[in-house]
């Protein structure tokens, strides 16, 4: 209720200000981080449509929100460098609203930054109440000059039901469970995005079904650790018990997810995975370390043994699946035996690709103050090698399907080339080939002729 009464009020205010401005404002989100955050920017853009604003995706807008990461510290630093860049635009147009919140906003010494050094911003809100936007906004709209900062440090309650504007109209993420109970000790995650906390069923199967009504073939289950969601609610449900419903939702194609522990990646998934011919392909399983010993310093609670036989048992069920994974190179006491353990692993599984990261020290986690850090050039040193070897396998892996005709969900008109489209074979890979606008949003069958490195070059072949 209480959420209708500010949402008037931003619109009232809105109304207002585009008077005096003589003409529609203008509002931009612009996400940085992970698949979380852009689901969360579908639903701000759909707040920041409610409440009267025409969308862009441009800094030019008269309100820029930046909905921030901080999982790395090259994060932070990048928003620190764009909002210098927002004050200049401000000084030209001191109405420009500057707006914050994401995963960034959650650390209190950035709020305090923020408060001390950088008084131009008008608005910083969390990531445990998106919901409030509508209030901040117009409390800026009624006083400018002000400050409005509203974080809570965490909350039990899950809002359903914000309108969303979604970015393409064929595939959409969807929420299963929010927040991380891991603390892996390397990562901030679970600090600022709070305790785990799981949809029920019902809710995503409602929003699955309603999306699926809307013509949207392809989901994307999303949550930090989508193995272990259920585990909380009143009724406890499993993830694949949750696969097994989502793939039963008519118009629904394709299914994927994110992001899978290994931990507790359980027999029944496999199973389900490999009956089920809707759930893609494709399995990212975040290894970060290939020995045993950083793997325990990292509180991943799996060895180096483990991983493997895992990987053999997935592979077994599901052999044409496609294997992807983080990996943190120079974490605090990594010797070289350490790194080569890594190598060997990724050696072994053969991932299609893999995010390779240098290790980022985040104020607050275990790892920080753990007296072993990584020089620079032993990082940089180990990180070079081993992206060498990823794109080496990777691209040979990626080859694998060639002369094979494969199913392909069309998703743009390639940028540089304009004869030709561009979208993803179930496991991910992107495919480019001739055809036209038309294709958006369908799948479509396509041999893929030739491989390079990464990509497909196709051409559509007959539907049977
Ligand atoms: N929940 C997911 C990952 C979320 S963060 C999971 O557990 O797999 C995405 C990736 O960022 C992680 O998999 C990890 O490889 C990387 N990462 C997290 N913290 C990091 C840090 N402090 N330094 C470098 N990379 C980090
Ligand atoms: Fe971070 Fe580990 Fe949680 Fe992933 S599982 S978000 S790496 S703490
Ligand atoms: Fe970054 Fe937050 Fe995702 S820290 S990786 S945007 S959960």
């Known amino acids: 209720m209480e959420r209708q ?63 921030t990461c901080t999982v790395r510290e090259n994060a932070n630093t990048k928003i620190y460098g764009r909002l210098g860049y927002l004050h200049s635009m401000k000084k030209k147009d001191p109405d420009k609203i500057i707006a914050l919140c994401g995963c960034m906003m959650q650390e209190p010494g950035v709020i305090e930054a923020i408060r001390r050094n950088y008084p131009y911003v008008n608005m910083v ?35 359903e039901d914000l309108p969303k504007i979604r970015k393409y109209h064929f595939k959409s993420g969807v929420n299963i469970m929010f927040g991380c109970n891991n603390f892996c000790s390397y990562c901030i995650v679970p600090y600022v995005r ?26 994307m289950l999303l949550g930090q650790n989508v193995n272990s969601y259920g585990k909380t609610l009143q009724e406890p449900v499993t993830f694949a018990e949750l696969l097994d419903r989502a793939a039963e939702v008519d118009g629904i194609d394709r299914i994927r997810f994110m992001t899978s522990h290994p931990k507790d990646l359980s027999k029944e998934l496999i ?38 036989e895992l990987v053999s048992e997935i592979r077994s069920a599901i052999p044409d699946i496609s294997l992807t994974t983080d990996i943190i190179v120079g974490f605090p006491g990594e010797t070289e035996e350490d790194f ?38 032993t990082m940089h040193d180990r990180f070079d090698r081993l992206l060498t070897l990823v794109q080496t396998i990777g691209r040979e892996q990626t080859a694998r399907f060639t002369g094979q005709v494969m199913p392909v969900l069309v998703e743009s008109v390639n940028t540089q080339q304009k004869d030709l489209v561009t979208g993803r074979l179930g ?21 893929l002729d030739e491989c390079r490195g990464f990509y497909y070059l196709g051409t559509q072949a007959r539907s049977e």
């Open 5 to 67: 009464i500010w949402l008037h009020r931003a619109q009232r205010g809105l109304q207002k200000a585009s008077e005096r401005k003589g003409r529609p404002l203008t509002a931009a989100c612009i996400t940085f981080g992970c698949q979380m955050n852009a689901r969360d920017s579908e639903k701000l853009r759909g707040m920041l449509a409610e409440i009267g604003f025409t969308i862009t995706d441009t800094e030019e807008a008269d309100l820029v929100l930046y909905n």
């Open 125 to 159: 809100f969390g990531t445990h109440n998106l919901y409030r936007l509508p209030e901040l906004v117009a409390c800026v709209l009624e006083s400018p000059q002000e400050q409005f900062i509203a974080i809570l440090k965490d909350t039990d309650e899950i809002v």
């Open 194 to 219: 709070g305790r785990e906390k799981s949809r029920s069923p019902e809710d995503i199967l409602n929003e699955i079904r309603t999306l699926a009504q809307d013509g949207v073939k392809e989901i």
């Open 271 to 308: 199973r389900v995975m490999a009956r089920n011919p809707k759930i893609c392909r494709h399995l990212h399983l975040p290894l970060q370390s290939g020995s045993t010993r950083i793997l325990e310093k990292m509180n991943r609670r799996y060895t180096k043994e483990r991983y493997l």
């Open 340 to 377: 080569r353990e890594t190598l060997d692993v990724v050696s072994r599984v053969r991932y299609d690709s893999a995010f390779t990261f240098l290790y980022s020290r985040r104020t607050g986690t275990p790892a920080a103050s753990m007296s072993d850090q990584i020089d620079e050039n």
């Open 427 to 447: 496991n991910n890979t992107v495919v480019h080939f001739p055809g036209s606008k038309s294709l958006i949003g369908e799948i479509v069958p396509v041999r």
